[in-house]
């Protein structure tokens, strides 16, 4: 009996530790972790039947009836840091509420393009955007769209979406041909009154 104790003793020690690991509460909190990455509220590829690639006019011509100001990265071509004049499309679009829908078709895809919208986070979902846009390429551009996904992107990600956003902002720029803008500025010139 007593060489029975000492294992009674193991296996009691065992168990409990098992049920505190199994029903222990977690205590973490999600807020302390800050994410390394953010995805787009909709995403998805669509495919053209004629391989031709979209016109790059009624892209352009929907965003602008979303309220986005469209810029076509692969016309601005070496405008742009980096150049993308290489890509087959490559449309951007940014709106007041800070959101940004691209378009991207890449050379060794013929046929095969892909969308992003993206809002700050944390996501601010909208329904009725998403519908048109995929509506927007079955009906208007004649495409099927395939492979559709989601992403809730938590409030810790927003210096992340405002660090994106920004070199979205910095393309438009460099396709205006205004000069970025600089961390240090120059101290103001004194008039000859002063």
């Not at 013929?110 to 509506?135: F, I, Q, W």
């Not at 210096?159 to 910095?170: G, I, N, R």
């Amino acid at each position: 009996m007593t060489s029975k104790i000492p294992l009674i003793a193991i296996s009691l020690f065992i168990l409990i530790g098992a049920v505190l690991i199994i029903v222990r509460p977690d205590t973490t909190d999600d807020s302390d972790i800050t994410p390394t990455s953010f995805g787009a509220d909709l995403a998805f590829q669509f495919d053209c039947k004629d391989k031709a690639t979209p016109p790059s006019e009624a892209i352009q011509g929907f965003m602008a009836a979303k309220g986005f100001r469209p810029l076509d990265k692969v016309k601005a071509g070496t405008k742009l840091t980096p150049d993308f004049s290489w890509m087959k499309l490559d449309i951007v679009g940014i709106d007041s509420a800070r959101r940004e829908i691209t378009f991207k078709g890449f050379p060794d895809q013929p046929g095969t393009y892909a969308v992003s919208l993206y809002s700050e986070p944390p996501t601010h979902r909208s329904k009725d955007l998403e519908k048109d846009l995929m509506g927007f390429t079955e009906k208007t551009l004649g495409c099927k769209n395939r492979e559709v996904h989601h992403v809730e992107n938590p409030a810790g990600a927003k210096d992340l979406y405002d660090h994106a956003f920004s070199m979205t902002e910095t393309w438009y720029q460099q396709a205006a041909g205004v000069a970025a803008p600089t961390a240090t500025t120059a101290a103001p010139q004194k008039s000859n009154g002063e």
